[in-house]
């Protein structure tokens, strides 16, 4: 099945409404899988999973509470390198945005804007955005490289719990600290044995250990 990401943006560890929204039309189209960040981003996996989540990524350092785009883009293009989803959604709010659009110059893939809705097509994607006020629909199919970033409006979509959600896997990152001059994310090997919710249920995962298989429960 097609990997379909979702940007899951929170609030003190609760998934902003149109995340759920997200993650309703992304298990419809593939195998969905959240990356969560900020602090307390641990708290959202639950109510991810719920709402159709196969994964998790996580990672609580306050970079991303504090300045999100940059780290957030930086974290989302390696993740991205190693997995290769096929679909990366956001929704259309300010951070999202922000992110969406850096992640696009980043990677030189398509960005399609202020969608109501994603279908699969002939082995890629089918976007719907409305024009002038909504009395034209234009159905966009990009022929770029994958990932295919689409944002999509709040209230585009129902929010629904997934009827069976199956074993949730979570994977916490850690070691990354956002303290480069040049406004970059500076990547140190550094063990965080405090972060919340990660003994237990999370695997430990240094920055540069992405490549190795893990299992987590």
Known sequence: MAGVWVFAE???????PVVLELLTKARSLGDAVAVALGPAASKSAAALGQYGARKVYVHEDPAFRDVLA????????RLIEKDHPDLVIFGMTYDGRDVASRLSARLGTAL????TDVSSKDGGWAVVSPMFGGSLLVTTVPKTKSPTLVLIRPKAVAAEPASSAGALSTRCLV???????SGGCSL???????????AAVMSRVMLDDWLTPLTTK
């Open 175 to 181: 070691a990354m600290t956002y303290d480069s001059p």
């Open 70 to 77: 940059t780290p957030a883009v930086d974290l989302l293009e």
């Open 10 to 16: 929170t609030v003190d560890g609760i998934p902003k």
């Open 112 to 115: 399609i804007a202020n969608a």
């Open 188 to 198: 140190h090997r550094r063990h965080n044995p405090n972060t919340p919710a990660c």
